[in-house]
């Protein structure tokens, strides 16, 4: 079932959001005030989530809050990577939680936290106990990202990819399970108290998969999304069922976002969109059909053509501005 939905997936680094062209987030917040209402229409008990920060951010927390958005959340969502891309120390795990608690009284989830082999297998190891001590008890949330390893025929989304060098490669390592379907040894040492975040490519082929690992790790937890942009393809609705269907024996957090590339402002899936009441309408749309389960219309898909989106963790904190 569908426990909570996210709405967007790191709004406050550019990989995923272009504030080149929305510099103050006014547009993101007018967006996400709009879904979360449309949200709370058709199911007031469902939390609604704000997208998690990567960086963690107090100062950009407070910006949304200024324009009106945190009055319409249940929780706000943070990202850290520090063993492979952050700038600070696992050990400072507790600080970053409470640097977001000093500025609301909302329940902070960590939605995304994760450590590659890209090095060594025991790094993975060491970082996965280690976070499980820091967090599981510290806050409501803790989804480890990710389950499976990122295929290496798949380009990993970022703003640089191969001249982020080694940055750029650790994100195909962030898996408990490699490509070929082979367990980590860290697997041993996960703890069902954390989720997992999974995403799925369209028509990803690794949907049984994953279900079977989830099962065989005791996960109640899953974080997933479902990507606006991806609506507007052939086959959408056929997607999104199985994908839902599949998933329904767990408690899911559903993340909403991307942009498609007809409806941005520019054609490409960190755009705002043109009409921000669109995002919202989508938003209903997924509540309506995997909340609610009633029938919806399915999507015009003008954006027939568009490149797939290979979702996964895709930011490098130090190439910020």
Request: aromatic share 10%.
């Amino acid at each position: 079932m569908i426990e909570a939905v996210k709405l967007w997936n790191e709004p406050n680094n550019q990989s995923h959001w272009d504030f080149h062209i929305d510099p103050r987030w006014e547009a993101f917040s007018d967006m996400s005030v709009r879904a979360a209402r449309r949200i709370k229409a058709v199911a007031p008990d469902l939390p609604v989530v704000l997208g998690g920060m990567s960086p963690i951010d107090a100062g950009w927390l407070r910006l949304v809050e200024g324009h009106g958005l945190l009055a319409h959340v249940d929780a706000v969502a943070v990202h850290g990577f520090p063993l492979d891309w952050n700038h600070w120390k696992l050990e400072e795990w507790p600080a970053k939680i409470a640097e977001i608690e000093a500025v609301t009284a909302k329940p902070v989830w960590v939605t995304e936290v994760g450590v590659s082999t890209f090095g060594a297998d025991e790094v993975q190891t060491f970082g996965l106990r280690r976070t499980t001590e820091l967090l599981a008890d510290r806050v409501d949330r803790v989804y480890w990202y990710s389950l499976l390893d990122l295929p290496a025929t798949w380009e990993a989304t970022t703003r640089h990819r191969e001249s982020e060098g080694s940055a750029y490669y650790r994100h195909f390592y962030m898996g408990l399970v490699r490509d070929d379907g082979t367990p980590k040894p860290a697997v041993e040492h996960f703890d069902p108290r954390l989720g997992i975040c999974q995403w799925f490519h369209f028509e990803d082929h690794r949907l049984d998969l994953a279900v079977e690992w989830l099962r065989r790790l005791g996960v109640r937890r899953l974080r997933t999304g479902l990507s606006w942009a991806d609506w507007h393809r052939p086959n959408a609705a056929a997607w999104f069922d199985r994908q839902m269907a599949a998933l329904a024996e767990f408690d899911v957090t559903v993340t909403l976002c991307f942009t498609p590339p007809s409806r941005g402002l520019r054609p490409h899936h960190t755009s705002p969109p043109q009409d921000v009441e669109e995002f919202a309408a989508f938003a209903e749309t997924m509540v309506r059909r995997y909340v609610a389960h009633e029938p919806t219309p399915t999507a015009d898909v003008s954006d027939a053509a568009a490149t797939p989106l290979v979702v996964s963790r895709d930011v490098v904190e130090a190439a910020l501005p």
